[in-house]
């Protein structure tokens, strides 16, 4: 019987890589170690000593710099997959950001720009590149973003992000809804707590992860590599028929939170 959660012959692109700790180095790596070749980028000059170690690890032909926010740049990245591979199979989408003044304080209370600037980086950049690789994805493919459970339900001191991690999920229903007749798949990985540099912005993330812990019906946390092991199964073709989820990755938190 064939492997079919093997990624042999897959090409994908990981965004939002920021040093061996994140959940996307994790996927990355689980990504590679089935089979497939991947894109790997970084945000600027700064973060590019931090990855570009970890794109050789991985044996990574394509590594180029990609800052949602700078004009024209999402869309080279998307022009250099087509002229270096002709198309692409899966993509992970794990970048969000928020002004410090606005992700610290209350919601009522977040400034325009900086609600706008939190959807523009942590939601509308996903619907960007599903625009960019729906025409590389001729034969289907997956799409995976990175959401959390205060998307959901009120996690004390998530504040910004919980709405905006709330449109990133209707975003993939809709997406998965619009792009499924293309056969490609859509999704959002919510993890538990994790200890990451983006969640080191958050205030009091160790009392989070604590309170977490206690309630999971497992008594433990999730980690990166759990969150890497369901990225890449739902890349692969063993989860063909399934798109538009948020797979929690939790413990079982959000069952009982």
């Not at 700790?21 to 970084?42: K, M, N, P, V």
């Not at 991690?165 to 798949?185: F, H, N, Q």
Request: glycine residues 8%.
């Amino acid at each position: 019987m064939p492997d079919f959660c093997s990624l042999q012959g897959k090409r994908g692109l990981v965004i939002g890589i920021a040093n061996r700790d994140s959940i996307a180095f994790a996927c990355a790596r689980q990504f590679h170690d089935l089979g497939a070749e991947l894109a790997l980028t970084y945000v600027n000059e700064k973060a590019r000593g931090y990855v570009e170690p970890l794109a050789t690890e991985l044996d990574c032909k394509l590594f180029a710099p990609c800052d949602v926010r700078e004009p024209g740049q999402l869309e080279g990245l998307f022009e250099q997959i087509r002229e270096q591979w002709g198309g692409l199979d899966f993509l992970l989408h794990s970048i969000a950001f928020a002004p410090r003044e606005d992700l610290h304080g209350r919601v009522v209370d977040c400034s325009r720009d900086g609600f706008l600037t939190a959807m523009d980086v942590s939601c509308h950049s996903f619907m960007r590149m599903a625009h960019l690789a729906e025409p590389l994805m001729p034969q289907g493919g997956t799409l995976l973003t990175v959401s959390f459970y205060g998307a959901e339900k009120v996690v004390e001191d998530y504040n910004l992000m919980g709405p905006v991690k709330a449109a990133l999920e209707c975003s993939v229903r809709y997406m998965a809804a619009e792009l499924g007749p293309r056969g490609i798949r859509v999704h959002a990985l919510s993890p538990g707590p994790l200890k990451t540099r983006a969640a080191s912005g958050i205030s009091r993330f160790d009392e989070l992860m604590e309170r977490s812990r206690q309630r999971a019906p497992q008594y433990q946390l999730a980690d990166i590599d759990d969150v890497g092991a369901a990225a890449a199964f739902l890349v692969s073709d063993r989860a063909r028929t399934l798109t538009g989820n948020t797979t929690y990755i939790d413990a079982g938190y959000h069952i009982v939170g």
